[in-house]
């Protein structure tokens, strides 16, 4: 409906576990909880909303945007499930 209630979509870097590491266009406050949208290309899911509680975030060099590592908070079934994507 409106574009400014649906989570940031964000540019998916690494996970590791249930630490997922994404690039922002804004920075985030470490410890800070927030929704994020991740873009699947080549997936039945186009996209996927996931809650992160935010671990760091610093600014990238020589581009615009801020890389953010962040705790996937999701149960451990999805968590599997995230992964396989």
């Known amino acids: ?5 649906s989570p940031e979509i964000v540019k998916f870097v690494d996970m590791r576990e249930a ?3 994404f690039v922002s ?3 985030k406050k470490a410890g800070a909880s927030c929704k994020v949208r991740f873009s699947l290309p080549g997936s039945k899911t186009k996209k ?3 809650g992160l ?4 975030s610093r600014p990238c060099q020589g581009s615009k945007g801020h890389i953010c590592v962040g705790f996937a ?7 599997t499930e995230l992964e396989d994507l």
Do not use: Q
Request: no cysteine; net charge negative; proline share 4%.
């Open 1 to 5: 409906m409106f574009g400014f209630l």
């Open 25 to 27: 266009a804004r920075p």
């Open 73 to 79: 908070v999701i149960s451990e079934d999805f968590l």
């Open 53 to 56: 509680r935010i671990v760091t």
């Open 19 to 21: 630490l997922v590491t």
């Open 48 to 50: 996927v909303d996931l």
